[in-house]
């Protein structure tokens, strides 16, 4: 059965890091494009990061000097390394594998930025 399990969501303080893990289980991890997504309250599901096939990354124009991603396709890995964290991103990070017209959610992590 295909599963996709965050962890390293946390509380931090306004200019802390985390970095967020996923691990993937039941699929051909290698294969799928990785992404991640985030979705604060009462604001819609948007990217964040994705490490395609093919290595190749993409990013959200606006997170891209802050947040970092990148896979292990041994450990059927992905991570998303966040630093100079803002009340802003403050979320629930969803990770997505994506093959073709297959796509895999994962129940996501809760990520709070706060003083």
């Known amino acids: 059965q295909a599963q996709l399990v965050e962890s390293g969501g946390d509380s931090v303080q306004p200019g802390g890091s985390l970095r967020l893990s996923c691990a993937a289980s039941?699929?051909?991890?290698?294969?799928?494009?990785l992404a991640w997504y985030r979705q604060a309250p009462g604001k819609e599901r948007e990217l964040v990061a994705r490490?395609?096939?093919?290595?190749?990354?993409d990013y959200s124009d606006s997170l891209q000097r802050r947040f970092t991603t990148s896979k292990d396709n041994a450990k059927k890995e992905v991570y998303l390394q966040m630093n100079n964290l803002k009340p802003e991103d403050t979320a629930v990070y969803c990770c997505?594998?994506?093959?073709?017209?297959?796509?895999?959610w994962g129940q996501g992590t809760q990520v709070t930025v706060t003083s």
């Open positions: 490490v395609r096939a093919n290595q190749r990354l």
């Open positions: 997505n594998a994506l093959l073709e017209t297959r796509g895999i």
């Open positions: 039941g699929i051909s991890f290698s294969f799928y494009a």
